[in-house]
């Protein structure tokens, strides 16, 4: 009997340690593949390294469009900031040529670090897509770097630690908004002190979140995470305690530019979510027929992700929820484009896309505990949303070149 419990009681420790050794690795050494496609060598001129050379080539794109076709307006715009003077929003305005029927706003950067291939796909839609023939009743607004303090600094959120695309409504009653499911995860992701890489905590951290997931199901924990915040200034998808100072500026330029137009229709681009190399069409919960039928037809034969699977969250302070407000007058179509990048739709790629977020956002609030590891959580943080790869950014033009041209002849078409 004695015999039996020993061997029982080595076989429990070896599984237990199987399991920890496959969750170590599989989760320390995780990195979704590539789309299979031929790298487009044409494709990576769009990508630049830094906010200040991404804005510089949007400006020339800009440039470049106002010498072909009637009226461009170029501008700029100075977001305040405590510690940088040089934060500007920059707007390209197109105007429709003959009768102004259809304005189409075109946004990057919400969340700043996003804002490397929003701005590439921005710049390429000028540079490839856009023709004099679209412009007809079809005005364009392309915005670049709408959270440009996160562009520069390679962050997410605003100067305030705000992220924008929980900041945006036109009533100050958001900022009362509560979030339970949140405040109970509060200690797995925001913890406090500097950044261990090495910790146990943080190479085991799919063992705290399947933890977690043995109480609550994927779905209510990424819509607990996701939803939006506003307790935790310091804590991550915090949405603020006031509006930041873009959103007003924002609004003066989308009425002002509006005025003359019956619809407007905002693509606003976005990266992290999803399948790897995969574009995902991906609005907020929306309940007008009219709108998601016209939307469909828009973009018709691509999978629009309505809020009715298991993977879907929902959010508050929407920036593109914001826009249908603002413009209540309009007849109004949200949609954003989500460029995959960890494979979140898979709960390893979410956890890990978790981790990455929960480490930047540690370390931004109470730093590293060493350069290596403060180099190793920026190196992922940027990798999640502005893959280096270039089979990925080739698959990422290539989609939303194709996607974009058919979404402006049936926006034209309606």
Known sequence: MKKFLKILVLVIVLLVAGVLGYTYISFNYYAPNDPEIEVDPSSQQYFQDSYVECRSAFRFQANKLSTKIDSVQIFSRIVPSKTDDDLTLDFCYVPAQKETKKLLILTSGTHGVEGFVGSAVQKMFM??????????????????????????YVRRVTENNVDFNRNCDTNKSLFSSKNSGYNDLYTMLNPEGKVNTKSLKNKFFLVVAIDKLLQESMASLRQAILQGQYEHKKGLYFGGDNFEPQLAILGEVFKKISLDYE????????????????????????????????????????????????????????????????????????????????????????????????????????????????????????????????????????????????????????
């Open 127 to 152: 540079n490839e897509v856009l023709t004099v023939e679209m412009l007809d009743n079809v005005g364009i607004l392309f915005v670049h770097g709408i959270n440009p303090f996160g562009f520069k």
């Open 263 to 414: 619809s407007v229709f905002n693509i606003d681009l976005h990266t992290g979510y999803g399948e790897r190399g995969t574009c995902h069409l991906f609005p907020n919960p929306i309940d007008d027929s009219k709108v998601k039928s016209t939307l469909e037809n828009i973009f018709d034969g691509y999978q629009i992700n309505w809020g009715d699977s298991d993977d879907f969250y929902t959010i508050n302070g929407s920036f593109t929820d914001y826009i249908g407000k603002l413009l209540s007058d309009k007849f109004y179509l949200p949609m954003l484009f989500e460029y995959g990048t960890l494979n979140s739709q898979t709960t390893i790629g979410s956890v890990k896309s978790l981790h990455n977020m929960v480490l930047e956002n540690q370390g931004a609030q109470f730093g590293y505990k060493s350069t290596s590891d403060s180099l190793k959580v920026k190196h992922s943080f940027m990798e999640m949303y502005n893959p280096s790869s270039e089979k990925w950014r080739t698959k990422i033009m290539i989609d939303s070149k194709a996607i974009l041209i058919q979404a402006m002849k049936n926006y034209d078409d309606l």
